[in-house]
């Protein structure tokens, strides 16, 4: 597969974007340095917080995001945050629960339950239903939820960014892991 759009010439490009480039040397990163140099920092700035800057737990994270890859169709996208969620220690079947966007009984606790039934009104409705905001708001504080909707929000256009883009999988190096996203923001 090639780019719909080609990756950019690294020695073009700004002091600043080379070195957020060579932080996280993956793909959708060297795709990323097309855009306005105040629009990399942001898209980076933003993706980095849902790693080092909030109290979501990382499986809660990792569910809003799959949910949003996998109704979005991107390959990258599911690629990559499938190896993440196994890093943060998800199961394959709660992995596929995700991409079905229902859980088979005894596959997730009752928090992973709820974050998949709102991520997933989230993305395919646009609104979740007044139940499904209702019992994720059992399981976690305002804060927790609301960084949920926007790491959703967040991958979603991730993921139409990729399939816009056609950025292709890393085969050179593999996906990647939680701690690579954490260790890139340093």
């Not at 990756?7 to 060579?22: A, F, H, K, M, Q």
């Not at 499986?59 to 799959?66: C, N, Q």
């Amino acid at each position: 597969m090639t780019t719909r759009i080609p990756y950019p010439d690294l020695s073009t490009i700004t002091p600043r974007i080379r070195e957020i480039v060579g932080a996280a040397p993956i793909n959708v990163s060297r795709m990323m340095a097309n855009a306005s140099p105040s629009v990399v920092e942001g898209f980076r700035a933003m993706g980095v917080s849902f790693y080092n800057g909030t109290d979501l737990p990382a499986d809660l994270r990792e569910i809003g995001i799959l949910r949003a890859g996998y109704v979005a169709n991107s390959d990258y996208e599911t690629w990559q945050h499938e190896s993440i969620a196994r890093s943060v220690g998800m199961t394959e079947a709660q992995i596929e629960a995700i991409k079905a966007g229902k859980a088979p009984a005894g596959v997730m606790n009752a928090a992973q339950e709820a974050v998949l039934t709102f991520a997933d009104e989230l993305v395919v409705k646009g609104t979740p239903s007044d139940a499904a905001l209702a019992e994720v708001r059992k399981h976690l504080p305002d804060n927790q939820m609301l960084d949920l909707v926007l790491v959703t929000g967040y991958y979603m256009m991730v993921s139409r960014f990729l399939n816009t883009t056609g950025v292709e999988r890393d085969t050179d190096r593999g996906p990647i892991d939680a701690n690579f996203i954490s260790k890139a923001a340093s």
